[in-house]
């Protein structure tokens, strides 16, 4: 069964950083790209971010790009998010999510995680 | 970015047909966007039910089914059932990203 357990959220103030991880299992971690997607409170789902399986190809959003950066270690079967100089308009549940394929582009999302809520505030 | 665009709003009779679609500000949605269709309940996280236009995972139920239609990709729900009440998501490929629409809201009335 595939698993993608998320965690690393919580209040952060305006322009700070926080790392986001993902443990994923159930599936051969190295064989496929994954993605950031995050969702604000009542609204729309957004992509965020997307690496192939071996880090070789990565996209983002352009709402992030140049302030996050994301990252996978194989080795640990692991997922990362690391986001810098956050802001209000980042508040969101931020889901770890399965491709479909070994690259991040045209695959999109087969699982989901459950999410993990990072909230800007001062 | 390119923008993706959906009904806000929807509302099918129990064992009614309806169709959702998805478009491109960029122009017609073709198969190499490799539209996707996603289902996500009150609390719950989103749930993937049509890959690359028209394929179905193990879990989808067979009452959906996704195809392109004028210029758009669309997720046509045959018999809908209560439980399908729901936001509706597509998402859409483009060069160096992917973009969800905004979602549709389906009711089941």
């Known amino acids: 069964e595939v698993q993608l357990v998320e965690s690393g959220g919580g209040l952060v103030q305006p322009g700070r950083s926080l790392r986001l991880s993902c443990a994923a299992s159930g599936f051969t971690f190295d064989d496929y790209a994954m993605h950031w997607v995050r969702q604000a409170p009542g609204k729309g789902l957004e992509w965020v971010s997307g690496?192939?399986?071996?880090?070789?190809?990565?996209g983002y959003a352009d709402s992030v790009k140049g302030r996050f950066t994301i990252s996978r270690d194989n080795a640990k079967n692991s997922l990362y998010l690391q986001m810098n100089s956050l802001r209000a308009e980042d508040t969101a549940l931020y889901y770890c999510?399965?491709?479909?394929?070994?690259?991040?582009?045209?695959?999109?999302?087969?699982?989901w995680g459950q999410g993990t809520l990072v909230t800007v505030s001062s | 970015q390119a923008v993706v665009t959906q009904e806000p709003s929807l509302t099918v009779s129990p064992g009614g047909t309806v169709t959702l679609t998805c478009g491109s500000s960029?122009?017609?949605?073709?198969?190499?966007?490799?539209p996707y269709w996603f289902q996500q309940k009150p609390g719950q996280a989103p749930r993937t039910l049509i890959y690359d236009t028209s394929n179905k995972h193990s879990w989808t139920p067979a009452r959906f089914s996704g195809s392109l239609l004028g210029g758009k990709a669309a997720l046509t729900l045959s018999g809908a059932q209560p439980e399908d009440e729901a936001e509706y998501y597509c998402l859409l490929s483009y060069s160096g990203a992917l973009v969800f629409g905004g979602g549709t809201k389906l009711t089941v009335l």
């Open positions: 690496i192939s399986w071996n880090s070789g190809s990565i």
């Open positions: 960029t122009g017609a949605v073709t198969s190499g966007h490799y």
């Open positions: 999510a399965k491709s479909r394929g070994y690259e991040w582009e045209p695959n999109g999302v087969d699982y």
